[in-house]
Nanobody, 124 residues
Framework: VQLQASGGGLVQAGGSLRLSCASS????????TGWFRQAPGKEREFVAA????????RYVDSLKGRFTISRDNAKNTVFLQMNSLKPEDTAVYYC??????????????????WGQGTQVTVSS
């Protein structure tokens, strides 16, 4: 499973971005997919995950209400809509496909396939 994250960029505080995670692999559509982020000098942290069917999702508590994860299995793509962005959201955002299909792991160890990351920079 190969993943390609895109959609990052520079945005002012309060703005929005939509990240995409695309895969050419057929197995991607059945797998739980997650987004993680890593800010400079910090550990990679869980952001959100969505089940393979798209019927369930999970978010880190601090981002609930601002970020929304969704997927289009017909296009083998998972999205992360980010609204009301803050400077502290600045990080490299990674998408990852899990070994699971329905559970929603928050630990990086639950994911076996990773994209290359896309930079999100929020200016104040």
């Amino acid at each position: 499973v190969q993943l390609q994250a895109s959609g990052g960029g520079l945005v002012q505080a309060g703005g929005s971005l939509r990240l995409s995670c695309a895969s050419s692999g057929r197995a991607f559509s059945g797998r739980t997919t997650g987004w993680f982020r890593q800010a400079p000098g910090k550990e990679r942290e869980f952001v959100a995950a969505i089940s393979g069917s798209g019927s369930s999702s999970r978010y880190v508590d601090s981002l609930k209400g601002r970020f929304t994860i969704s997927r289009d299995n017909a296009k083998n793509t998972v999205f992360l809509q980010m609204n009301s962005l803050k400077p502290e959201d600045t990080a490299v955002y990674y998408c990852a496909a899990a070994f699971a299909t329905s559970t929603l792991p928050s630990g990086a160890g639950g994911y076996g396939y990773w994209g290359q990351g896309t930079q999100v920079t929020v200016s104040s």
